[in-house]
């Protein structure tokens, strides 16, 4: 009996342990808060979809303050953010070329900072773009990146030297008169003649004819050029109807790459237009597209396809962008000045725009004869997509323009923190400036050495003024797995092993959700601080949760942005509730 009662004394106090090990499990697990599965946005649809906050909050604001109700706008933002836990608008508004401003202009901006101090939100500049340069560009058109274009042959009559191509370029029917069984002449590809693209004898803007696109999934005509380097204007007629986003594409390759793509809008049923368009080939294997990609309705007719060398045209003028002028037979090089009159261009179109060419005058005193053949060799802008002005990484006058943009921010809004627009530089490294310059062992210094250099620059002149700055920079031109590849558009070499040559305490901002883990590993492995830049203009914040999955996992990752290119707010304050840690529903509401 008494072993039988010590028995249960002991089956008793082995319960009671059991019970303690289940709470203090049970507690544990409590505070650890939701499951894997939970934090991952599965299971229980009303759990957080982070696992923690993150301490920057980041949203993206484009506005230009030139009225009043651009300053109220953004204060409807801030009053959205700052209610739903966001903690800094990065705002883009032009501070390019704010040494430039009207003084009513920067007014509007220290309004706009006072108001955003008022709520809490810190205003985040964005500025300082080289790939974007249009701010620099139009204090000084000169200042773009410059492609050589070599010995060009020009003949000189009655005192002025005109471009007369040695190896022109014609399109046998661009007309499309003389097409058999729907299919053009003097063009190297065309798809499906006489289904999606066909030869319309009713339709036309000179002749008896037009090629029509009947628009479906994917509809083109090709022009192949001679493998030489050589600047040429294609110039056609288009017209188009349709639905309201009618559009035709030129499209530039080199091989297989795409280096140019030029968007035609069209308006339904309207006139014919003209469309001119600078193309500069780079040596190789060059391709010249019009055509549709994904549209799947409308008709669009183009006619009088041809293509021709212009001359001088936006040619470029600084010290790393020569003009040289020499006899063709004898080599002997003519002085500006001497023997021709100072070559500009008063119509310089940093984005390559076209225009009457600038002309070769020459001087009666000078060792040009009326009758002789020069070469003449000169740097046009790099002319690619969205027709961005790419400044020169090389160029002083660059970065002087820069240093008074730092300095007039700082003056206007004294931030803390500054974000620098330098993504997408699909260029540079070409001009004069560029290709001379040498590192210490004489080898040259690469476009991702430039990259490097420019942007320390930049980080040492914003902390001329703001010694203790935190400063953000978009990922994609120091991402490996993004645009920092050794082929990137006209740039010689890439910008490869960029990310070397730029401070470490730079925080990087990763926008590719196709390959965020990859660059996000990337930049924490070496030592950068992250932030995801996220949203984009979706439907719902599916993509943000997956930021958020992905920067839980990465020990460098500081914050997130809702970033916006077509000014869609509609799920800002539920981006701020997700992001923020609260009980958001993860349907985004």
């Known amino acids: 009996m008494a072993l039988r009662r010590l028995d249960q004394a002991g089956l008793r106090k082995r319960r009671h342990i059991n019970f303690v090990l289940a709470m203090v499990v049970l507690l544990a697990l409590v505070s650890v808060g939701p499951t894997v599965a939970q934090a991952e946005g599965e299971g229980d649809s009303k759990a957080p979809a982070a696992r923690k906050t993150l301490p920057n909050r980041w949203f993206y604001v484009n506005e230009w303050l030139k009225d009043d109700a651009s300053v109220a706008r953004v204060r409807e933002l801030v009053d959205i953010a700052a209610a739903h836990g966001l903690n800094g608008m990065v705002f883009a508004c032009g501070m390019d070329a704010i040494a430039v401003w009207p003084e009513g202009r920067i007014a509007k901006l220290k309004q706009v900072d006072a108001y955003c101090r008022k709520k809490g939100i810190d205003l985040i500049p964005l500025f300082l773009s080289a790939g974007y340069g249009h701010g620099v560009s139009k204090q000084d058109p000169n200042l773009v990146a410059g492609l050589p274009i070599n010995d060009v042959l020009f003949e000189v009559k009655d005192g002025v030297a005109q471009v007369v191509p040695d190896r022109p370029i014609t399109v046998e029917d661009g007309g499309f008169e003389n097409a058999v069984n729907h299919k053009a002449k003097g063009f190297s590809m065309q798809d499906s003649p006489g289904s999606s693209t066909v030869i319309d004898t009713r339709v036309a803007k000179e002749g008896k004819a037009s090629l029509r696109f009947n628009l479906s999934k994917r509809e083109r005509l090709a022009i192949r050029l001679d493998k030489q380097r050589k600047h040429y204007v294609l110039r056609f007629w288009i ?15 080199d091989g297989n790459k795409q280096r140019k793509v030029i968007p035609i809008p069209l308006v339904d049923g309207a006139d014919w237009k003209k469309i001119e368009i600078s193309i500069c080939t780079l040596g190789m294997n060059t391709t010249v597209f019009l055509g549709s990609w994904g549209q799947d309705s409308g008709r669009v007719w183009i006619d009088g396809v041809e293509m021709f060398e212009p001359g001088l045209l936006n040619v470029l003028r600084r010290s790393g962008t020569p003009v040289t002028v020499k006899n063709k037979e004898t080599g002997e090089l003519y002085v500006e000045g001497k023997d021709f009159e100072p070559i500009a261009d008063p119509n310089l179109d940093p984005a390559g725009r076209v225009h009457p060419a600038a002309p070769v005058k020459i001087i009666p005193a000078g060792r040009i004869e009326d ?51 330098m993504d997408e530089i699909r260029g540079g490294g070409t001009c004069h400036t560029c290709w001379s310059r040498k590192k210490p062992n004489g080898l040259p210094v690469s476009p991702g050495e430039m990259l490097g250099e420019c942007v320390t620059r930049q980080v040492s002149m914003i902390r001329e003024v703001c010694p203790k700055a935190e400063i953000a920079i978009w990922g994609d031109m120091f991402d490996p797995n993004h645009n920092a590849k050794s082929f990137y558009y006209t740039a010689p070499g890439g910008f490869s092993g960029s990310f070397q040559h730029v401070p470490k305490d730079l925080i990087m901002v990763p926008w590719n959700l196709k390959i965020a883990e990859k660059s996000l590993k990337h930049f924490s492995s070496r030592g950068f601080r992250t932030l995801g830049g996220a949203y984009y203009d979706k439907s719902n914040l599916d993509g943000c949760k997956a930021w958020l999955r992905l920067l839980d996992k990465t020990p460098s990752a500081i914050g997130i942005m809702y970033t916006t290119w077509y000014r869609n707010y509609k799920l800002l304050g539920a981006f701020g509730d997700l992001v923020r840690g609260s009980q958001a529903q993860s349907d985004g509401r």
Do not use: H
């Open 239 to 253: 017209r188009g109807t349709g639905p309201k986003k009618l559009r035709l594409d030129v499209c530039v390759y």
């Open 371 to 421: 009758g002789e053949k020069l070469l003449v060799s000169y740097y046009t802008p790099v002319m690619l997509r969205k027709l961005q002005p790419i400044l020169c990484l090389s160029e002083p006058k660059v970065y002087e323009i820069w240093r008074k943009a730092i300095r007039k921010v700082n003056d206007a809004i004294g931030p803390k923190k500054w974000f620098l627009d």
